[in-house]
């Protein structure tokens, strides 16, 4: 019996929404599929992570941590630790680490899906991340608070991610899709 399928649902929702990426849709839902939980971090195979596409009032701008441990501007997010509502990962990851009150999943359709290699640090090997990531809207007060897992953070302006050399690829990726989602209206 496959895990979470609420999740199962969004991620045959997204392969439709963007069939260049079902390859990638296909090997989130054999995750789901799997024997061991992937909702656990102890899960070195690979395990699910939940991230916020955490966007300002204006809809121009995005909340990006410069993380801690890997020493890049990213969205923010962390581990499921159990939790199968991927949505609600996002949005308590986004809040724990941005201090932001009045948060909100914009829907919960999945936004976008990046699987990522993440190294060997300390006693814990390498393993991947499947990272679901979520539009996460600001309320009014957008002061954010930088905490222990950030070196800072910062609103970048979407439409300048797509042409920074040094923005992640998934970065660039989100803010593409972002762009043409406003422009389309959805």
Known sequence: MPYAPELQQQLQAYRRRWPAE??????????????????????????????AWLVGG????????????????????????????????ALTEAREESGLPDL?????????????WIPERGDVPGHWHYDVRYVVRAGADEAFVVGAESLALAWRDIAGLLDDPGADESMRRMAGKWLRCTREGG
């Open 104 to 116: 909100r999943v914009d829907a919960d359709a999945i936004f976008d899906l990046d699987r990522h």
């Open 22 to 51: 079902s390859a990638v849709a296909d090997a989130f839902l054999a995750l789901l599929d799997d024997e061991a939980d992937p909702f656990l971090r102890e899960r070195l195979a690979g395990h699910f992570t939940g991230s």
């Open 58 to 89: 204006d809809g121009a701008c995005v909340l990006l941590t410069h993380h801690r441990k890997l020493g890049r501007w990213l969205q923010l997010g962390g581990h499921a630790d159990g939790q199968q509502d991927m949505a609600q990962v």
